[in-house]
């Protein structure tokens, strides 16, 4: 995988062989990576691919199969609480309070978390503060639209003031305003020195946020690097996708042509033949862009359905 | 909506110094489990202070009736149906605490999904849990306690540690709770144990009616029914008659807590990590 110069700082997280089974699956099998300090690395990956296990396995909720894995230098499980006071956890599934206001809901996280009563209340002012969600401090749960819901979960993932903040799926079914927002927030938090994992099936997500993906298949690790590289390395610059076409047709050698179900891709690293090809498609249905991480993406975990 | 606010994320990100230890971990999971019980408060304490209300009423007064004015056991009967009272109360408060409260934090509200993100030990987790439940208990044996008082029970100046038992008590059966939820798999399926397990030892701990001194076999059964301890612990305070058999049962309270407590624990860390 990754050779990390030797001056480098060490490693938050290493997984060696990393693997987590269910009875006869195999949610994470044999994965190796290392996540260095104030890196964020987008874990991306079909339903099922074992994300929401790995990042599970990172914060102790869960034991390993097999394999190595250090956090902070610690082993989960054994030393889960020296960990977890330094992570923060936005879940992918709520599970707030639902009783409780939003104020409330952050207390009681954090007292637990290990805030005393003072503490708690100005850092959940300061976090409601910085989430836009002061008006919203008195509201019931049920009185939060989802995007302040996430952001409420991001709120409390942060009352402890992580080191390293792990969030799975963090903008699921939100707008494209939150998304943009709360993206917004995270780099922030990142030039603060965070360090960040997150699992996402938006690939503008990851590519806005991660320094690097890691794109997981059935829980291996198919592929990883920066975005951009990783487009580089294993694509032509330029895709043609088009749908619709009774017949695909032919094209010259300097053209790469794929087909699944209704849809064609034509792939080259010059713009012009594409050009060319798009202004002769008899269909409407036909878009001349960049190669880009969802491209990488198909092409490592397929076109088919993962279920 | 837009992330203008005064403060940079610096101030976010400055170290904190974190409370993780035993005592404190433990205070923050009960206070929250008091927080949200304290929200829907009325809608959830007012069943188990009328039930105890009612079934003292028809058992003291109506059934009283028909027993002996020496009543049972050295104490006069409505005396000694409260006594039994106060403790099936808090039994019932910790044990449907850590059957129906512990089942949906589980699988519909998601707590402990939620508390696993944190610092907090397994152990943490479920001790505050059973520390929560055994806070209602105490409170509603107290509760009970006064509310029989006020109907004609006569305690005596002992009964002041009987939120102390009330405690005990539904810790115990808080940890007999968590261990039947830790098998269950949807929430009817705690109505077997309710009336299978739970209803029986109320009637036949020696609640309303003496069990002892009609068998020898059931004599050693009643003594080893978990509910029976508490009973007699409770009746001592109600007498102010404190004897070798007292300090039996205050054994066999503490015998059962240690054996469920240590079991509860391991069967809901083998749920909740999976
Ligand atoms: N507790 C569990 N018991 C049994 N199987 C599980 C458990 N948790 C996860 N799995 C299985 O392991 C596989 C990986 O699940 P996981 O939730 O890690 O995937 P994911 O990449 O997060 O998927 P999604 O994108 O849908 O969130 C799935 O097949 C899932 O059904
Ligand atoms: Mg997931």
Redesign the pocket.
Known sequence: MHNAPVYAAPALVVARGLTRK??D?T??DAVDFDIRPNECVGFL??????????M?LIYSA?HKTAGELSVFGLTPMQQRKRINARIGVVF?ENNLDEELSAAESLEVHALYCGLDHRTARGRIAELLDWLALTPKARSSFRELSGGMVRRLMIARALLNSPELLIL??PTTGLDPQVRHTIWASLRELKRQGMTILL?T?YMEEAQQLSDRVMI?DR?RIVVSGPPNQLIEQHLERYVLQASGLAEAPAVAGDIRHERAGDADYFYSNAEQPLQALYETLPTPYALLRHANLEDVFLKFTGRGLHE | MSTNSSLDAAALVRPLRLRTNLLWSLYGVWYRHVRVYCKTLLANATPPVLEPLFFFVAIAYGLGGFVPTSGFDGLPYRSYVAAGMVVSSAMFTGVFETMYGTFVRLVYQKTYAAMLGTHLRIHEMFVGELLFAASKGAVFATVVLLVTMLLGAQPTAWCVLVPLVGFATAYLFACLGLIITSYVKMINNFSFFATGVITPLFYFSGTFFPIRGRSALLDVISVLVPLTAPIELSRALFKAQFTWETLMHLGILFAYGIVLHIFALRRMTARVL?
Request: hydrophobic share 30%.
């Open positions: 269910f009875g699956l949610a994470v990956g079909p339903n099922g691919a074992g994300k929401t296990t790995l599970r869960i992918q799975d799926e699992t099936h997981m829980g | 999976r």
